[in-house]
């Protein structure tokens, strides 16, 4: 109890009973630790909520035994919350319901402590505790009671009064989800959205404060207080919307709506267009969210019956209702474009390879074209005595009819000739008379 106080500042029993413990039966031990804690002056109780339960929160002595339980320096708790439980404190009420049904304590089986028995049973019966089971099955929750803090102060340390920053309703740390801090703000629905309005102007003002790190360099000044994520800009703002009995569905939807189109400025970020590779057809660009707050909008009842881990989270820019990763997700940033980047690129490498090798194709095609053609020079055969065409024969000659003499004197043609010449006597006698050269 003294760690749920120290958290919300304003709780009854039952929603400390569902933060904590919801495998008790029932709140009834948290209504007797209540009665205790206030008999040795820890807790007091001013009011009711308008449920009719009781109100509870710290004294000075209370909140002090609060800051050994969560291990939180004195100045990260805040005040007591004196006389806000007169009221009925609604707006507690409800960030309260919407801590709990972020954070979805699973429901383990509790061991009660067991009591005297009036009537005689066996041994048994009483000896040993009896396991409680959950009531029934719980969803996945995110963090557990020391994640949240609540009324949280935000504003430049230089600034003597809170009236220059904003005052967030809860803030939720839970790097264990993989998650960046996550600012929580809830609406009964009874202000004005121009009220709410104003609220994304603060956050916006104290996100973009900066001071000096421990190299000289400008940080922003949120992340002296927070863990920072992988994520780059500006922490997301989360707006839960209560409407109760209050308001229907179709003004609760006029309402988002108004918000949405109000704050376009908060969210929507700077579009950087026309770069990249390619034509100018081509070339596109991105959504540049540095300077722009992640608003996810959600309602307290889409949240208790499905969890943070369903799709119930809008973002604002997006068209549907999504999960928490999805939803803190840029589809159309500076990433998704060099993905985009990197294939424009590979293809356009691609298309000046080929048009660097057609190129080269057509060059050497025309210097083959341009080139004279350079014929082997034809070795000097002597002419034929006596018709004097080259011993070889002319060009396309068969080679084997007409191969040259052994003397080298005559062509073919005239070999042929020469035998077909009738032969003298002499020649019949002694043979053709070999001339001298």
Same mark, same amino acid.
């Given at each position: 109890?003294?760690?749920?106080?120290?958290?919300?500042?304003?709780?009854?029993?039952?929603?400390?009973?569902?933060?904590?413990?919801?495998?008790?039966?029932?709140?009834?031990?948290?209504?007797?630790?209540?009665?205790?804690?206030?008999?040795?002056?820890?807790? #007091?109780?001013?009011?009711?909520?308008?449920?009719?339960?009781?109100?509870?929160?710290?004294?000075?002595?209370?909140?002090?035994?609060?800051?050994? #339980?969560?291990?939180?320096?004195?100045?990260?708790?805040?005040?007591?919350?004196?006389?806000?439980?007169?009221?009925?404190?609604?707006?507690?009420?409800?960030?309260?319901?919407?801590?709990?049904?972020?954070?979805?304590?699973?429901?383990?089986?509790? @061991?009660? &402590?067991? @009591?005297?028995?009036?009537?005689?049973?066996?041994?048994?019966?009483?000896?040993?505790?009896?396991?409680?089971?959950?009531?029934?099955?719980? #969803?996945?929750?995110?963090?557990?009671?020391?994640?949240?803090?609540?009324?949280?102060?935000?504003?430049?340390?230089?600034?003597?009064?809170?009236?220059?920053? &904003?005052?967030?309703?809860?803030?939720?740390?839970?790097?264990?989800?993989?998650?960046?801090?996550?600012?929580?703000?809830?609406?009964?629905?009874?202000?004005?959205?121009?009220?709410?309005?104003?609220?994304?102007?603060?956050?916006?003002?104290?996100?973009?404060?900066?001071?000096?790190?421990?190299?000289?360099?400008?940080?922003?000044?949120?992340?002296?207080?927070?863990?920072?994520?992988?994520?780059?800009?500006?922490?997301?703002?989360?707006?839960?919307?209560?409407?109760?009995?209050?308001?229907?569905?179709?003004?609760?939807?006029?309402?988002?709506?108004?918000?949405?189109?109000?704050?376009?400025?908060?969210?929507?970020?700077?579009?950087?267009?026309?770069?990249? +590779?390619?034509?100018?057809?081509?070339?596109?660009? +991105?959504?540049?969210?540095?300077?722009?707050?992640? &608003?996810?909008?959600?309602?307290?009842?889409?949240?208790?019956?499905?969890?943070?881990?369903?799709?119930?989270?809008?973002?604002?820019?997006?068209?549907?209702?999504?999960?928490?990763?999805?939803?803190?997700?840029?589809?159309?940033?500076?990433?998704?474009?060099?993905?985009?980047?990197?294939?424009?690129?590979?293809?356009?490498?691609?298309?000046?390879?080929? @048009?660097?090798?057609?190129?080269?194709?057509?060059?050497?095609?025309?210097?083959?074209?341009?080139?004279?053609?350079?014929?082997?020079?034809?070795?000097? #055969?002597?002419?034929?005595?006596?018709?004097?065409?080259?011993?070889?024969?002319? +060009?396309?000659?068969?080679?084997?009819?007409?191969?040259?003499?052994?003397?080298?004197?005559?062509?073919?043609?005239?070999?042929?000739?020469?035998?077909?010449? +009738?032969?003298?006597?002499?020649?019949?006698?002694?043979?053709?008379?070999?001339?001298?050269?």
């Amino acid at each position: 109890m003294l760690a749920a106080l120290g958290v919300l500042k304003l709780a009854t029993a039952d929603q400390m009973h569902r933060l904590m413990a919801p495998g008790h039966r029932d709140n009834k031990a948290f209504r007797n630790a209540a009665l205790d804690l206030a008999r040795h002056g820890l807790v #007091v109780s001013e009011g009711s909520s308008r449920d009719g339960h009781k109100i509870w929160h710290l004294t000075p002595v209370g909140l002090d035994a609060a800051v050994e #339980v969560l291990g939180r320096p004195v100045g990260e708790m805040g005040a007591t919350a004196r006389g806000a439980a007169r009221s009925g404190a609604p707006h507690a009420m409800a960030v309260n319901e919407t801590v709990i049904a972020i954070t979805r304590t699973p429901a383990t089986a509790t @061991r009660p &402590v067991p @009591r005297p028995q009036t009537t005689l049973t066996s041994a048994a019966e009483t000896t040993g505790p009896v396991l409680v089971p959950p009531a029934e099955p719980s #969803v996945a929750g995110i963090g557990w009671v020391g994640s949240w803090s609540t009324e949280v102060p935000l504003a430049a340390p230089s600034s003597r009064s809170g009236r220059a920053g &904003v005052r967030a309703d809860a803030v939720l740390t839970a790097p264990e989800a993989d998650l960046p801090v996550l600012f929580v703000e809830v609406d009964n629905c009874t202000e004005p959205p121009e009220t709410l309005e104003a609220k994304f102007e603060k956050y916006l003002r104290y996100f973009r404060l900066t001071t000096k790190c421990s190299v000289g360099d400008d940080m922003p000044l949120w992340r002296t207080r927070y863990r920072p994520s992988s994520r780059e800009g500006h922490p997301p703002l989360v707006f839960v919307f209560n409407p109760g009995t209050r308001i229907g569905p179709q003004v609760l939807k006029n309402r988002m709506t108004t918000v949405l189109k109000g704050t376009r400025q908060v969210w929507s970020g700077d579009y950087q267009a026309g770069l990249g +590779y390619g034509s100018s057809e081509e070339r596109d660009g +991105y959504w540049d969210f540095t300077d722009a707050i992640p &608003v996810l909008f959600s309602t307290l009842d889409r949240l208790q019956a499905g969890g943070p881990h369903a799709a119930v989270w809008w973002r604002c820019g997006h068209r549907q209702w999504e999960t928490l990763p999805d939803a803190l997700d840029n589809p159309t940033d500076h990433r998704a474009w060099q993905a985009r980047e990197k294939v424009r690129r590979a293809r356009h490498d691609e298309e000046l390879a080929q @048009r660097k090798l057609a190129r080269g194709r057509a060059a050497e095609k025309e210097r083959w074209a341009t080139k004279p053609l350079e014929l082997e020079p034809v070795p000097e #055969v002597a002419p034929c005595e006596r018709g004097g065409l080259p011993i070889t024969g002319q +060009y396309g000659q068969d080679d084997a009819e007409f191969a040259p003499s052994e003397d080298g004197r005559h062509c073919p043609i005239c070999r042929s000739d020469l035998r077909s010449q +009738y032969s003298t006597l002499r020649s019949t006698l002694f043979g053709r008379r070999q001339r001298g050269k």
